[in-house]
């Protein structure tokens, strides 16, 4: 974990950035960029005439100089009408920049993140922790720091440059113990409060996501945490989150309390000392007294280029953090991380039919064998059911199936996925219209409301579209929604998509037997193969095969006559 200001955090920052500036964008956001710096390019130049001014604005109302002081004024106004465009031009052209690589960024981890399952499987990883805040937040976040300090940096190098030359002219000794002074603060404030705070902000970001994600859990359990009665228990654990939190942040105001109080002390100085230096001059009349605040304005504007890291010391701290909790991400999303030992894995081969030929299925973590030396080959256009005791395996091997688990031995043979449409045991029902509830996943398939109906139809849902306003309304669909008619519209999706191959996990249990019995004999009706997983005895009717798994890792495979007599 990377704990402080270092080689290693650059390269992490690299490893993220450099993707965007070289990629497909990286004419216009290295347009933008050069752009920007041609802007603070103009806007140090009139600061650097703004600060002469300055001083000869003092010097003529001293020396009583009504001209100068006339002409100073003209210069002021005429800096003033450059300035403004100048500044608005330049906050929007960082935005704009901003908000580009924030899309570009956001889309290439949301690729990633949806891509190989890696949502799926990341539950497996404790280390990365609430994904949805890094791709929302953080992303957000790097884009728009990385800029900020990019500017800030570029801003004090050109500041550097250009008022050093305005304070060598007037005193060398200033820039010598200037540059001293900025040096040894920087020094001391990244060795001593760089670690820690870095470290904190870290953990205060991960605290903080656990606590909103406990309260996210308790807004979509809502009515199991109700019917439980839950509050104590839930309210007992987000308060913990939240706690954690509180306790993170107190030790993190305590050392930015010690920070603030160096900083405010060491950033003091700076403003009197010009007027000691150049005072000697200005009583021997050497130099217009014009020349201290001119002086007192190079110097400040220097101190705090040069002073960046120690004035902003907190906002690098948290710019860290998150720069490490988005590149383990990224780690994670591009490198998935493998079994440590040799293990064995289930070998998936694709082909147009679905088998498996002595299957030895293991749990995720290898520690225990769900089924040993299964081999079975489904006929096309039948229907297989798996029954036995909860914990036995059977909804293990449809995810084995499916590619979601592979901890065990053998083979499975099956058709590419996208042949085949799982029903999971709890409903998914997506954010969108009810024709896209429809048609998941293939929501862009263009098909007639009358098709619709009919299905509605099929699925004892007829009146489901005028119930709630058309096809095209967009609803919370698992709240209006009932379970059964959640699950009546996962199978919708089904005679609809007409696929090749179909699992279902228990995808009608929340149904009465009617209904249930009205949906297989549509989904027979169909053509389609499939896998069925359910605990009711009149299920067998509907299926050619009947698999039956035991706690004792054994299986039988019978046809549905013999698994009535037996029931």
């Avoid at 052209?93 to 290439?108: A, E, F, H, Y």
């Avoid at 570029?154 to 050093?164: R, T």
């Avoid at 609809?496 to 249930?516: G, M, Q, R, W």
């Amino acid at each position: 974990m990377m704990d402080r200001f270092n080689l290693k955090l650059f390269k992490r920052f690299w490893a993220i950035a450099k993707p965007f500036w070289f990629g497909e964008e990286k004419w216009l956001s290295r347009g933008l960029l050069l752009l920007l710096v041609l802007l603070l390019l103009a806007y140090t130049g009139l600061a650097v005439v703004l600060n002469a001014q300055q001083g000869a604005l003092i010097s003529s109302l001293s020396a009583r100089d009504e001209p100068r002081f006339a002409q100073t004024i003209k210069i002021f106004i005429g800096v003033l009408i450059l300035y403004a465009p100048l500044l608005a031009a330049y906050n929007y052209l960082q935005d704009r920049l901003g908000l580009i690589w924030r899309r570009w960024l956001t889309n290439s981890f949301l690729d990633n993140y949806l891509s190989r399952r890696a949502f799926y499987n990341i539950n497996s990883n404790a280390e990365i922790d609430n994904p949805d805040q890094r791709i929302a937040e953080d992303v957000k976040s790097f884009t728009h720091d990385s800029l900020k300090f990019l500017l800030i940096f570029i801003g004090a190098i050109l500041k550097v440059i250009a008022f050093s030359g305005v304070l060598w002219g007037i005193s060398k000794s200033l820039v010598i113990f200037l540059v001293i002074y900025a040096l040894v603060g920087t020094i001391l404030t990244t060795v001593v409060f760089g670690r820690p705070l870095v470290q904190l902000n870290f953990e205060q970001l991960k605290k903080e996501a656990n606590f909103r994600f406990g309260l996210i859990r308790i807004r979509e359990n809502a009515e199991s945490i109700a019917f439980y009665r839950g509050e104590e228990q839930e309210s007992k654990q987000v308060k913990t989150r939240f706690l954690e939190a509180f306790d993170n942040f107190k030790q993190l105001i305590f050392w930015e309390l010690n920070l603030n109080v160096l900083t405010n002390a060491y950033e003091f100085i700076p403003f009197i000392i010009p007027a000691i230096v150049v005072a000697k001059s200005v009583f021997a009349g050497e130099i217009e007294v014009g020349k201290i605040t001119e002086a007192q304005g190079a110097f400040v504007r220097v101190f705090f280029s040069l002073n960046v890291i120690v004035s902003r010391m907190q906002s690098l701290a948290t710019f860290g953090a998150g720069i490490d909790r988005l590149y383990s991400f990224a780690e994670y999303l591009e490198h998935p991380i493998a079994q440590e030992d040799e293990t064995s894995k289930i070998n998936t081969v694709e082909d147009s039919r679905l088998a498996v030929e002595h299957l030895i299925l293991q749990t995720p973590n290898y520690q225990r064998t769900l089924i040993k030396d299964l081999s079975l080959s489904l006929p096309s256009a039948q229907g297989m059911l798996i029954i036995g005791p909860s914990g036995c395996g059977k909804s293990s091997l449809l995810r084995a199936i499916a590619g979601l688990w592979n901890a065990g031995d053998g083979i499975i043979v099956r058709p590419q996925l996208d042949q085949m449409l799982f029903l999971p045991q709890r409903p998914y029902m997506i954010l969108g219209t009810l024709r896209e509830q429809l048609l998941y996943p293939h929501t862009n398939v263009e098909i007639d409301n009358s098709v619709l109906k009919q299905v509605l139809q099929q699925v004892n849902l007829q009146d489901l579209d005028e119930r709630y306003g058309g096809f095209d309304v967009e609803r919370d669909w698992a709240s209006v929604l009932s379970l059964g008619e959640q699950q009546r519209v996962t199978f919708a999706r089904i005679l609809l998509n007409k696929p090749p191959f179909a699992i279902l996990d228990e995808a009608t249990s929340a149904l009465d037997l009617k209904n249930e019995e009205g949906l297989y004999k549509h989904l027979q009706a169909i053509g389609t193969t499939f896998i069925s997983v359910g605990h009711r005895p009149n299920l067998v009717d509907y299926h050619q095969l009947v698999l039956e798994l035991s706690e004792d890792q054994n299986w039988l495979l019978k046809q549905p006559e013999v698994a009535i007599s037996e029931i």
